[in-house]
């Protein structure tokens, strides 16, 4: 039911954009659901552009396990877009991609960003530590993040060791954001993002200073963030 409040912020957002819209999207477990249903309605994209988070180092579109063919399976083969965007994992060199993906979001303000929640509470592939002002950038990815990741890959050594990630600044610079969150292992993190203190410690604990945010959570995942359960 998470995913289809979603959707209808979607459809909103294409009601009230009267040009061309730009969505910021993720990839991971966690949209899967909103993709399907998206693929699934009568909404239309072919006047949107797509701007993804974050890309692996390394992997091509291809590759089962980059976020370009992430996109492709989940969305874009369903639903066409005008024009999608996604850092290149075959650029090895890392400031010619980030500044092109800079010029991307620069020329492409994000209308609505999807975002997903590491257990660590990193958004996007900006991991702990990340400062709030950056932009695109070449990521080390944590063991954390490795491990929690290694799910979709044969063995965890497959999982790449670096990744491309808007950053921060990028992510903020959105109109609208939604984060989504499922499941007991985000709960600690979901309890971060609304209650803690604003660190770099904590990427997404920013988004408490973002003037729009909407945060999708499932039972489990509010657990922490939960008032005194009602007695009856
Ligand atoms: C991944 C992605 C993020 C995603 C997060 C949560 O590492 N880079 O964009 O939001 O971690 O993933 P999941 O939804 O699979 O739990």
């Known amino acids: 039911e998470g995913a289809n409040k979603g959707v209808a912020m979607l459809q909103q957002t294409l009601k009230d954009c009267h040009e061309q819209v730009v969505f910021g999207l993720a990839t991971g477990g966690t949209p899967q659901t909103l993709y399907r249903l998206l693929s699934a309605s009568q909404l ?3 006047r949107c552009i797509a701007i993804n988070l974050d890309e692996y180092v390394g992997l091509d579109q291809e590759n089962p396990q980059s976020y ?5 399976r989940h969305l874009f083969s369903k639903k066409p877009f005008q024009q999608t965007f996604i850092p290149n994992g075959m650029n090895r060199n890392a400031t ?3 500044q092109r993906y800079d010029q991307i979001l620069d020329r492409y303000p994000i209308d609505l960003q999807i975002l997903g929640l590491g ?3 990193h958004i996007g592939f900006n991991e702990p530590g990340t400062p709030f002002e950056s932009t695109t950038h070449e990521v080390q990815l944590t063991e ?8 979709f890959f ?3 050594t497959d999982v790449p060791r670096s990744a491309y990630s808007m950053g921060i600044k ?3 610079a959105a109109k609208q954001i939604i984060i989504m969150a499922y499941g007991k292992a985000k709960a600690a993190a979901v309890k971060k993002l609304v209650l803690g203190p604003v660190t770099t410690a904590v990427p997404a604990s920013i988004l408490q200073q973002h003037p729009n945010v ?3 959570v499932d039972e489990a995942a509010a657990d922490q963030i939960k008032k005194e359960k009602v007695e009856n």
């Open 154 to 156: 044969a063995q965890s």
């Open 144 to 151: 954390s993040t490795i491990a929690a990741n290694a799910r």
């Open 44 to 46: 239309d994209f072919s």
């Open 214 to 216: 909407t945060l999708i």
């Open 68 to 72: 370009a063919y992430y996109m492709n």
């Open 170 to 172: 990028s992510i903020m």
């Open 96 to 98: 010619v991609e980030t």
């Open 119 to 121: 257990q660590n509470g």
